[in-house]
């Protein structure tokens, strides 16, 4: 897999990931989600330069110029509801692409720290041969991307895989690159060196479901 750290990088992409972990700002749920919607836009434009391009003739009115155009067919899959902002920050960008949507929970039993990745709703378009997108706001463990990565194989084999990420952990990224395709490319804004007992990101944001869309 190839990792695309691009919060390593000297850019704006850090006042977003800055506001997005700030407990004082996060109190401002549409702030909130309108940061994850801007980093998808910012990853979005980093993952633009992997796709392929066509030269077209585009006529201005006062002439003609070769222009290079998306030649993949993109696919955009987000896993409910934490990813909606981050696809929609995608989306933004790539307003021509196919959604698909996954819904995706951890069930704990009682009060256990371990958990079962439950996936219980698929709704994709083909992706044969085509560019996927995978988005996942908190790679933490891995284990959903793996999960969803599974129940999309009776969807066709695409081209090429994206994850595009808000925020990873070490151990999540190591997992993820163990189980997906090794062409596989990872653009995200920032990895965190922990998760603690119940898989959540340190230090992370916290619940990046309940921050952008309240308490369940
Ligand atoms: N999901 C979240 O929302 N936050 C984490 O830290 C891990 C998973």
Redesign the pocket.
Known sequence: MTIHNLGDENSILNQFISEIRDSQIQKDSMRFRRNIERIGEVLGYEFSKALLYNSKNVETPLGVKSMDLIQDQVVICSILR?GLPLHQGLLNYFDTAENGFISAF?KHEGDEDDFEVIVNYFAAPSLEGKVLVLTD?????GRTLENVLEGLKKHGTPKQIHIVSV?G?QQGIEFVESVFPAQTHLWIAAIDPE??AR????P????????AYGQK
Not at 199 to 202: D, Q, R, S, V
Not at 204 to 211: E, P, R, S, T, V
């Open positions: 934490a951890r706001p908190m790679l933490a463990t925020i952990s998760l603690n898989g959540y990101i340190l992370g944001i916290g619940d990046a479901g309940d921050l």
